[in-house]
């Protein structure tokens, strides 16, 4: 089955630089999330889509923006990047069917290195 | 604030034996709760998840115990893997869909799980 895409997987950018992560969602999920990961932490919340929407935020630094496309695939971009930007950033994907609750599906991460 | 963690940071279980992830949660208002399963260098994957209106749900291998009046919740593992070696988290929902649309889920500190040969 298909699962969430996100590239690249692999990002090394100097301070103060920019980086644009992509997110390709499940087929036919409405709704992405993006967490950030930073070594042995648990993922934080970071800004969520519905129907290209921006619906909920979390701990995103005003630097850092993000956009889903009408194709559902979504982009965080990250300017004036600081160390402690480095981190794992997942992407997650789900399917807003009605039901109540439905599941979050991860993308494999890309991971940033600022240096 | 209210906040989801885990008791122990670092379980490790002889391989065969059954483990035992455990994860309290502080909200009373968290009705849906999900285990994710999270390998060196991968994202998070699903396990397995519970309602509140469940105390217990089974999977292959897997067990998930609800238990609401302590707010505690459990990932029992039976039969222990080296493959089950990795970061297990638990994640909280409140209340189903946000008024904008999307789930919010809290996520708390993961528990590694080590595997003995």
């Known amino acids: 089955a298909a699962g969430v895409i996100q590239s690249p997987r692999h990002l090394i950018k100097e301070k103060r630089e920019t980086a644009t992560l992509k997110c390709y969602p499940i087929p036919r999920h409405d709704t992405v999330y993006w967490y950030q990961q930073g070594p042995g932490q648990d993922p934080q919340f970071l800004i969520s889509?519905?129907?290209?929407?921006?619906?909920d935020k979390g701990s995103i630094p005003d630097r850092f923006s993000a956009q889903q496309f009408s194709d559902y695939h979504s982009e965080l971009n990250m300017s004036s990047l600081e160390l402690g930007d480095s981190a794992l950033y997942f992407c997650?994907?789900?399917?807003?069917?009605?039901?109540?609750?439905?599941?979050?599906?991860f993308g494999p991460g890309t991971r940033l290195t600022v240096t | 604030g209210e906040s989801v963690g885990l008791h122990l940071p670092t379980l490790s279980v002889q391989e065969g034996d059954n483990s035992i992830i455990n994860c309290a949660y502080s909200?009373?208002?968290?009705?849906?709760f999900i285990w994710y399963k999270q390998e060196s260098g991968k994202g998070p994957q699903f396990i397995i998840d519970i309602r509140s209106n469940m105390d217990k749900r089974q999977g292959q291998r897997v067990t998930v115990l609800l238990n609401k009046t302590v707010k505690h919740l459990s990932l029992q593992i039976a039969a222990t893997q080296p493959g089950d070696s990795a970061v297990y988290f638990c994640a909280e929902n409140m209340g189903g869909r946000t008024t904008s649309g999307t789930y919010k889920y809290i996520f708390g500190t993961g528990t590694r799980l080590k595997v003995l040969a």
């Open positions: 997650a994907s789900s399917l807003g069917d009605g039901r109540t609750y439905v599941e979050q599906y």
């Open positions: 909200n009373s208002a968290s009705d849906y």
């Open positions: 889509f519905y129907e290209k929407m921006q619906s």
